[in-house]
T-cell receptor, first 111, second 112 residues
Framework: KQEVTQIPAALSVPEGENLVLNCSFT??????LQWFRQDPGKGLTSLLL?????REQTSGRLNASLDKSSGRSTLYIAASQPGDSATYLC??????????FGTGTRLLVSP | DADVTQTPRNRITKTGKRIMLECSQT?????MYWYRQDPGLGLRLIYY???????NKGEISDGYSVSRQAQAKFSLSLESAIPNQTALYFC???????????FGPGTRLLVL
């Protein structure tokens, strides 16, 4: 059974810092991996999707990497801002669009 | 207007009651999903539907049923609610051939 773990569970940083969020999964047979952002009272917003054949994806200040063989992905956020405060979730697609989610990293960026 | 809407946004009910959570989408997507989120457990898939005539069980379907009334509507029912079904419920959609899922704002359910 696929299991997805995210470390750390919570992170607090001052504005302007670069930071890395980690995601690990137990079964490397995945189709893709997605990073989502969750804000209180709102649904999840997809940030980046990395196909299993890709090594990384970039969108603005966000960069996600994937090492399928080792079961790891990282989300790098450059020059963090208070507006980046949210919970970040990673999810692996195990086939037929079935996503297995991690428990998330709660990020607080202080002004 | 939001592309994926869920009603109600908050619901308090009692053990044994039947309740229905509704999801509507204007994205024109064929695929729809129901998840629940519990603290410390992440989101887990309850049911999913790839078109109006296709319904599939997810990881935790026991105690739940669904109805796909139309391409745009997917309802989740709790036939006899129990306290451990207290959770945040999300509906999501995706387009055929595209993997990104789009989520509604969630329904917070409390079963007393």
């Amino acid at each position: 059974k696929q299991e997805v773990t995210q470390i750390p569970a919570a992170l607090s940083v001052p504005e302007g810092e670069n930071l890395v969020l980690n995601c690990s999964f137990t079964d490397s047979a995945i189709y893709n991996l997605q990073w989502f952002r969750q804000d209180p009272g709102k649904g999840l917003t997809s940030l980046l999707l990395i196909q299993s054949s890709q090594r990384e994806q970039t969108s603005g200040r966000l960069n996600a990497s994937l090492d399928k063989s080792s079961g790891r992905s990282t989300l790098y956020i450059a020059a963090s801002q208070p507006g980046d405060s949210a919970t970040y979730l990673c999810a692996v697609n195990t086939g037929f669009q079935k996503l297995v989610f991690g428990t998330g990293t709660r990020l607080l960026v202080s002004p | 207007d939001a592309d994926v809407t869920q009603t109600p946004r908050n619901r308090i009910t009692k053990t044994g009651k039947r309740i229905m959570l509704e999801c509507s989408q204007t994205k024109g997507h064929d695929r729809m999903y129901w998840y629940r989120q519990d603290p410390g457990l992440g989101l887990r898939l309850i049911y999913y539907s790839f078109d109006v005539k296709d319904i599939n069980k997810g990881e935790i379907s026991d105690g739940y049923s669904v109805s796909r009334q139309a391409q745009a509507k997917f309802s989740l029912s709790l036939e006899s609610a129990i306290p451990n079904q207290t959770a945040l419920y999300f509906c999501a959609t995706s387009d055929l051939g595209k993997e990104t899922q789009y989520f509604g704002p969630g329904t917070r359910l409390l079963v007393l």
